[in-house]
């Protein structure tokens, strides 16, 4: 019996120091693979919370439009005899762009010319007569209702002169039709009309559309309640305007980029359109290099004004709960995060205005939210803007 009792104390102790074996040799293992120390806390990329002041930017989608536009169209009819222009050069205001033969309108402005003379001549015969029946009435050597006629007749001629010189200047201005020239300067499109074509003045298609685009325009909406908003708050004096009062505009094009040229907002259309419940807005920009074409879509960024005392948090640092309200960690006195219910307000690039939740003087986790849960130990250390990872997770 006592033999029986032997061999198994001295199983159950080799298991024992068998079981000790594996869990030293797991625990080796384990520092062999670079596992974390558990007492160790993590490092996380924070920000200290300041009031500060910020210009506020408002963004809405738009459309270039040139300044002005006009279609080049025929005031008389004939036969297209050259065109003068390079499809998508510049002209200048007055240049000849079309000339329509112009055979049939001098002969009509030699024909009113005859007609004019013919009409003075006329004049003049009855003025002579009027004048001398008019000396023979004093006389008593004719009678009055002669010298009427007489008179009358130099009235008519009178009148006929002076239609005959409408008819002239009218000839006149139809030989000046037949140069067709730009009617404001700018960019010309491409031809809709070629050599040996029939003009008229019924036509619908125009010779060429010519567009100014320098200056050039940048049509967007806005909601009437952000406008009211606005104007809420600068009625509270929570903002106000930059210097000079000037509201100042960019673009922000297709690829990106920033347009290199500030612009101005010009005017606010009073009607609210009932579909979208928006009102057009439109912004002059300088476009001297013509790298803005009517149509492109752009992005319009208005400064609307300066608010002071305002707090914001980068975007990446707003977390969002199950009701998807927004939420950021804190790290206490303790240095532990602890989730802050916040209000959020405008976002402006990569930072978002926090209107309610947060004071200065708190630390909030911008990178390294994978290291930790939710009131554990934390080891902050300052996060600089624009820095794409922190020290942690390079490490």
Not at 55 to 80: F, H, L, N, Y
Not at 81 to 108: C, H, M, N, W
Not at 226 to 243: T, V
Not at 293 to 302: M, N, T
């Amino acid at each position: 019996m006592r033999k029986i009792m032997a061999i198994t104390c001295g199983r159950n102790a080799l298991i024992g120091s068998v079981a000790l074996i594996g869990a030293a040799l797991a625990a080796a293992g384990a520092l062999a693979n670079g596992a974390p120390d558990a007492g160790a806390a993590p490092i996380v990329g924070v920000i200290t919370v300041e009031r500060k002041e910020i210009v506020m930017t408002k963004d809405a989608p738009g459309r270039i439009a040139p300044m002005r536009i006009a279609e080049v169209r025929p005031r008389v009819s004939g036969i297209v005899l050259e065109r003068s222009f390079e499809q998508g050069s510049v002209v200048s205001k007055g240049a000849v762009l079309y000339r329509i033969d112009p055979t049939q309108f001098e002969i009509d402005l030699d024909s009113a010319r005859a007609a004019l003379a013919r009409a003075e001549a006329t004049l003049s015969q009855a003025s002579r007569q009027e004048s001398r029946l008019k000396e023979l009435v004093k006389g008593q050597t004719t009678t009055q209702a002669q010298y009427e006629m007489a008179l009358s007749a130099a009235r008519q001629a009178e009148a006929d002169v002076m239609a005959q010189k409408a008819a002239v200047r009218r000839a006149e201005v139809n030989l000046e039709y037949a140069t067709v020239r730009a009617p404001i300067s700018g960019r010309i499109g491409r031809a809709m009309v070629t050599e040996g074509a029939l003009a008229s003045q019924e036509q619908l298609l125009p010779f060429a559309t010519i567009q100014q685009l320098d200056p050039i325009y940048a049509d967007f909406t806005q909601s009437v309640s952000e406008m009211d908003a606005l104007k809420e708050e600068f009625a509270r004096g929570g903002w106000k305007p930059k210097s000079g009062g000037a509201v100042r505009t960019r673009l922000i094009l297709d690829n990106g980029k920033t347009y290199p040229h500030e612009g101005r907002l010009l005017f606010s259309d009073i009607t609210v359109d009932p579909g979208t419940n928006q009102v057009t807005l439109r912004a002059e920009f300088p476009n001297p290099d013509a790298a803005l074409l009517p149509g492109a879509y752009v992005r319009v960024q208005i400064e609307e004004g300066v608010r002071a005392n305002t707090v914001t948090v980068p975007r990446q640092a707003v977390q969002r709960n199950n009701a998807g309200g927004a939420e950021l960690f804190v790290v206490n006195d303790q240095d532990r995060a602890i989730l802050q219910p916040v209000r959020l307000g405008r976002t402006l690039g990569d930072e978002v205005v926090v209107e309610e939740g947060l004071h200065p003087g708190n630390r909030v986790v911008v990178e390294g939210f994978q290291k930790f849960m939710s009131g554990g130990r934390v080891d902050p250390q300052p996060f600089p803007y624009g820095q794409k990872e922190s020290r942690a997770d390079r490490g």
